[in-house]
Each structure stands twice: as C-alpha cells, then as structure tokens.
C-alpha cells in the first residue's frame, strides 16, 4: 500500500512540475479566447497591470497577450486587433524592456 501511495505521489509531482513550466507560458488548458479573457482580467480592479507592477506581473501580461492566435479568437479577434494596432509601440517597448530584464521572450512576439 505504501508504495503504490509512493508511485502515485511521484508520478503526481513529476506531471505538476513538467506541466507547471507549460502553464507559465500560458499553453496548457487555456484556449485563446480565455487568454484574452484573462489577459483583460489583468487590466481591471485593485490587482490591474501598472507602471509599478513587479517585473514578473508585467511578463505574465505582455508574454500572454502576445501568445493569442488571432485566428482562433472568433468574435474578439477585432477586440485583439484593435489594441494590438493601436498600443503596438507600447507593446515593443514592454518586450524591450522584459528583455532588458532578462526575460525569456522567445514565445513572445509582436509579428
């Protein structure tokens, strides 16, 4: 009993920590319509994206936003668009910066 307990608690944490690497990058269980949908989660209320935000909240915002496939957003790809064109400037500039930072931002593009 006790080993089977063992064999199920290690194979629990080895899929938790290969999985949490992925959800990081926000590609595990989230489709593209609720990245958008979290990603504006990010820009409301007491806990929104500032100037003053740590470094890591400004990744997680910057680096999500710019995972969305557009073509796979159905009624707000125009919503997405819309911003993206209008705030591409300040988008580049958070890239630069996350970069300056040392931020992973390979998955990050603004192509």
Not at 3 to 15: D, E, H, N, P, W
Not at 17 to 39: C, G, H, Q, R
Request: hydrophobic share 40%; charged share 25%.
């Amino acid at each position: 009993m006790n080993k089977f307990f063992l064999i199920i608690i290690a194979i629990f944490l080895f899929s938790f920590s290969s999985n949490a690497n992925d959800f990081s990058k926000f590609n595990i269980y989230l489709t593209d319509v609720e990245k958008f949908d979290l990603w504006g989660n990010y820009n409301r209320g007491e806990n929104a994206v500032k100037p003053d935000s740590p470094d890591e909240l400004k990744y997680n915002h910057t680096c999500l936003f710019l995972s969305i496939d557009e073509e796979k957003l159905g009624m707000k790809k125009n919503a997405y668009l819309r911003y993206k064109k209008v705030n591409k400037s300040k988008l580049a500039q958070s890239v630069e910066y996350l970069k300056s930072k040392s931020f992973d931002m390979i998955n990050c593009s603004l192509d």
